[in-house]
């Protein structure tokens, strides 16, 4: 899939808030710093698209990005991000719930996970939780650039052992690096068969 142009449209509090329309949407949503934005930017091939900071847990709004003019981009709040005060980690829990199990026009979730790491918990009870809710999601494995190739292998296949012990049949996964644009095509060549079907 060629991205012609990619714009960022809204910023919402609530799902209720997201725009309106039958365009469809694929989110994408990781544990804080797990580089998210720098993914989002590397697919659609802008730089400063979605903002990067070297601080964790910097997006707090769902953010909309127009792409081709025919489907959206969204980047949710990342989870799992210690340092807020609990009432605000209550506030970000139910606008990313909200927005994944009522947006109708949501396709596909892409979770995010850092493959250097071994599997979090916080991640695998995710996983679960998208699984009971029925959400349609892929992984997609970040900073795949930041090892050397058998410990990727290693990692990745150490993940879907994990998750092989609760799922009859995984999701689909990419293996991406935002430095090195590794798996862009595979990721979009997926949004596109998503929405020719």
């Known amino acids: 899939m060629l991205i012609k142009s990619a714009e960022y449209t809204i910023s919402s509090a609530r799902v209720e808030q997201c725009p309106a329309g039958e365009l ?7 544990r804080s710093n797990v580089g998210k934005s720098s993914l989002i930017n590397m697919l659609t091939g802008r730089n400063n ?16 990005f ?18 807020r005060g609990m009432r605000q980690r209550d506030e970000l829990q139910r606008m ?40 349609p999601f892929s992984i997609v494995f970040t900073k795949a650039d930041k090892l050397s190739k058998g410990k990727l292998t290693a990692n990745v296949k150490h993940y879907f052992s994990e998750l092989s012990k609760q799922w009859e049949e995984l999701p689909p996964h990419f293996i991406t690096s935002s430095e090195t644009r590794q ?4 990721v979009l060549d997926y949004i596109e068969k998503i929405i020719q079907n």
């Open 66 to 83: 127009l792409i081709n003019g025919g489907w959206y981009v969204v980047d949710l709040p990342g989870y799992g991000y210690a340092k």
């Open 96 to 135: 990313i719930t909200g927005y994944i199990l009522r947006r109708e026009q949501m396709m596909n979730l892409f979770l995010l996970i850092d493959a250097r790491h071994e599997p979090q918990r916080i991640d695998m009870e995710f996983i679960e939780w998208l699984g009971e809710n029925s959400v």
């Open 24 to 30: 469809p949407e694929f989110a994408f949503i990781g």
């Open 183 to 186: 798996g862009r095509d595979e």
């Open 49 to 64: 698209l979605a903002k990067t900071s070297a601080t964790p847990g910097k997006t707090v709004l769902i953010n909309h």
